[in-house]
């Protein structure tokens, strides 16, 4: 797939320059390359194969869905049927649905974005609904550039073969980090059909047509800073009721529960709390209707746990 879209852009003359991903698929979304149907912006989806330098007749694989987990709008991909004429022809998947972080700049694919953060955990909802013997999923990687080649640094990805409950479902990915290397750039994946392999981004063929998922609010969770720092996710939370209305309680059986912090789906801080015999209750009252993120820490401010809840009045 990458080098299909290489030549694509040598074709088009493309000129589409990198930008932050729209992890939130609101508002309009804009042709991400000359000819084809728009994206989210920071996003090259499967939706470059409509160009009509490579086949007009090629249907339209991602969209803004009204099914979503706050707001109205999330990214939704199924997987199709395509094809292709002329110089390109039989190069192309036969079946795929897929979006990344990225961009097509001159005749250069970028598959990712520059990024110098080290997160715990990559939080999302979503629907899923691979069809029979296909695999739907979404994943990050973190690399660095070291002198002649890109180093990994981290990697997280999470699969799914049958399909999910109606509606949105809450999930986070905890990333595997493999050293101590701060980034340089990163890669967020959705596929309706997950076929990439361990070394890139090149798609397999023999995806199933038909297959879905939907994602929405995508949000990064915590900092890890060291290889042999505590990860979030061993404290164990009890969480009700989630979605709460009036009020939220945490509670935990560990004493090293200390601090309790909340956040918006956009990173800013919104309330801090305490642990008081690893009992905790917060009135969302006040709160607006939506998803939230909460990190858990000791006494020594290392994070314990990460995650979210939802807030529906």
């Known amino acids: 797939m990458k080098k299909l879209l290489l030549v694509a852009a040598s074709l088009l003359g493309l000129q589409s320059f990198a930008q932050s991903p729209d992890f939130l698929f609101e508002g309009s979304w804009s042709n991400s390359t000359f000819g084809s149907t728009a994206d989210p912006a920071g996003w090259v989806s499967s939706n470059v194969l409509t160009s009509f ?4 007749s090629n249907p339209v694989t991602t969209t803004q869905s009204t099914l979503a987990c706050q707001a109205v709008a999330g990214m939704r991909i199924e997987t199709k049927k395509m094809g292709t004429v ?13 979006a990344f972080s990225g961009s097509i700049a001159g005749t250069v694919l970028k598959d990712g974005v520059a990024f110098t953060q080290r997160p715990l955990q990559l939080s999302y909802c979503y629907n899923s609904a691979p069809a029979a ?7 990050i990687r973190l690399w660095k550039w070291q002198g002649n080649a890109r180093v990994v640094v981290a990697t997280g990805e999470m699969k799914y073969t049958t399909a999910s409950p109606a509606g949105m479902t809450n999930q986070v990915i905890t990333l595997n980090y493999l050293n101590n290397l701060i980034p340089d750039s990163a890669v967020f994946m959705v596929a309706s059909s997950y076929k990439f392999p361990t070394s890139g981004l090149i798609m397999r063929k023999k995806a199933k047509v038909g297959s879905t998922i939907t994602v929405d609010n995508l949000a990064l969770v915590g900092t890890f800073t060291g290889i042999n720092e505590r990860t979030s996710g061993n404290l164990q939370l009890t969480v009700y009721p989630n979605p709460a209305s009036s009020a939220i309680r945490f509670s935990t059986e560990s004493a090293d529960a200390a601090n309790f912090e909340v956040y918006d789906i956009t990173g800013k801080h919104v309330a801090s709390h305490n642990f008081e015999n690893g009992k905790l209750k917060v009135s969302v009252s006040d709160y607006q209707s939506g ?15 990460a995650g979210k809840f939802t807030v529906a009045h």
Not at 86 to 98: K, N, Q, R, V
Not at 133 to 139: E, L, Y
Not at 291 to 305: A, G, I, P, S
């Open 291 to 305: 998803l939230y993120l909460y990190k858990v820490f000791d006494t020594n401010n290392q994070l314990l746990k």
């Open 133 to 139: 013997g296909d695999t739907s999923g979404v994943g």
């Open 86 to 98: 002329g110089l390109l022809a039989g190069t192309i998947p036969d079946t795929c649905g897929f």
């Open 53 to 56: 330098l490579i086949s007009s």
